[in-house]
């Protein structure tokens, strides 16, 4: 077996499903939130227990779509074909969801929420699962996870520009959210048939099929992932938590909720510009010390952030454009890391779990931000702040604001480094590993 390193062409074409799957995830949790509220008459209180349930049925249907992914096989291929099927659920789900009728209501809210859950879920884990196969070099999964992630900023570029442009104070006529509504339906079919078509079927280093208990006990074994998982996981909640607070920081703490969507907006500007960035540095001092060093930079700036107040608004907008360039490491690196590790488990196990692994790095990603709403919304709420845009706070609460977007993420984020400095699968480690693999 020889480690072939994927065209830029075919990394162009894998990479445009990921623009569509990514305009899904912002609006499902931050607008269609609001936009059910204010135009149908369901309580907040409703939408957050239907939102809370949706989450619990993923800790169900993670592991059991990344199984299937492993496990369903056809003439077509495993990972594309299982990929190609799941289509039509998600976009059809995502363009009822955003584009709802003049009657809408909960049961209605319900049943496409589940679905778009289901279907992107369905779609995620065999798209990840198939890069990671079919780029099998150290560096060669950097670029291919550069050019994903990088798709995956753009959707979520138009996925917040999208639905303000178009309006989403009404829910009658081609709204902001139904233009998002159409891009989807459209472009995810589209770019699904485009990359089956172009990019080919990943080679199968299966050997033999683990039963369920043998499969835990060997990613139980497997301390690279334990290691990077730990990481990611600490990682993740510190990136959560300032993401929590975003719009409270900057329209309470800074005064200027005018400039909310702006900020916003920057900050993933400049996060695909971070994206070279991550793969440049990567291939001068590896994958786990480039995403430490970006870590650290990280750190160094909300540490300053903290001291901001009412009327910083060009300093916060220069934090704002240098944690976005150090997002497109976080998005860039670990992906290409997790792929390494897998290749470790199918050493050992003679499965390529390939799927298993990444619908548990999808159930660490939303733990993080489960915990972050755990721990932040509750302390605020201790300080005395008011979540009422119109309200007074008193200096206690935004103070606690200041302490909790600023420096809360720089603990989780220092142990992360901690764990990750001297991570024993670098470069060499990763090449003795792949012609142990072609044997």
Not at 2 to 18: E, H, M, V
Not at 51 to 67: C, E, M, Q, S
Not at 208 to 234: D, W, Y
Not at 300 to 311: D, P, R, T
Request: charged share 15%; with cysteine; aromatic share 12%.
């Amino acid at each position: 077996m020889t480690d072939t390193a994927p065209t830029t062409s075919r990394l162009l074409f894998y990479a445009l499903p990921a623009l569509p799957l990514a305009a899904i995830a912002l609006p499902f949790y931050i607008v269609v939130p609001t936009f059910y509220a204010d135009n149908f008459g369901i309580s907040l209180a409703a939408i957050g227990g239907l939102l809370l349930a949706i989450r619990l049925l993923d800790a169900v249907t993670d592991p059991l779509f990344g199984w299937l992914s492993d496990r369903v096989r056809s003439g077509f291929g495993r990972r594309r074909f299982f990929f190609l099927i799941s289509t039509p659920l998600t976009a059809l789900s995502a363009f009822m969801l955003f584009w709802p009728p003049s009657d809408a209501g909960i049961v209605y809210l319900a049943i496409w929420g589940v679905a778009l859950s289901i279907g992107s879920t369905w779609s995620l884990l065999p798209y990840t699962a198939w890069g990671a196969e079919m780029a099998t070099g150290y560096q060669d999964r950097v670029r291919l996870s550069g050019w994903r992630e990088g798709a995956t900023l753009v959707g979520s570029l138009l996925a917040i520009t999208l639905p303000f442009a178009g309006g989403i104070d009404t829910a009658s006529g081609f709204h902001g959210l139904a233009w998002l509504a159409v891009l989807i339906a459209v472009a995810l079919p589209v770019s699904a048939l485009v990359a089956v078509w172009r990019v080919p079927e990943p080679v199968d280093l299966t050997k033999r099929q683990l039963s369920i208990g043998e499969g835990i006990r060997h990613l139980g074994r497997n301390k690279p992932f334990l290691r990077l998982v730990a990481a990611f996981l600490l990682n993740s909640f510190a990136n959560a938590v300032p993401a929590s607070l975003f719009l409270y920081f900057v329209g309470q703490r800074l005064g200027r909720p005018d400039l909310q969507g702006l900020l916003l907006f920057t900050y993933f500007l400049c996060a695909i510009a971070g994206v070279p960035l991550a793969v440049a540095m990567a291939r001068r001092v590896g994958k786990h010390r480039a995403w430490s060093v970006a870590m650290l930079a990280t750190c160094l700036i909300f540490s300053v952030a903290g001291f901001l107040g009412e009327g910083d608004v060009i300093p916060f907008a220069i934090v704002c454009a240098a944690t976005g360039l150090l997002l497109g490491f976080d998005l860039t690196l670990p992906a290409a890391i997790q792929a390494d590790v897998i290749d470790n488990d199918t050493a050992t196990s003679g499965e390529q779990r390939t799927g298993l692994y990444f619908a548990a790095w999808s159930f660490v990603t939303k733990l993080s931000v489960a915990l972050s709403a755990g721990i932040v919304f509750p302390l605020l709420d201790i300080a005395g702040f008011v979540s009422n845009p119109t309200a007074v706070q008193t200096p206690q609460a935004l103070t606690a604001l200041s302490g909790l977007y600023a420096w809360l993420p720089i603990l989780p984020k220092l142990a992360a480094v901690a764990i990750m400095w001297r991570f024993s699968l670098d470069e060499a480690a990763h090449a003795r590993l792949r012609q142990e693999l072609s044997r």
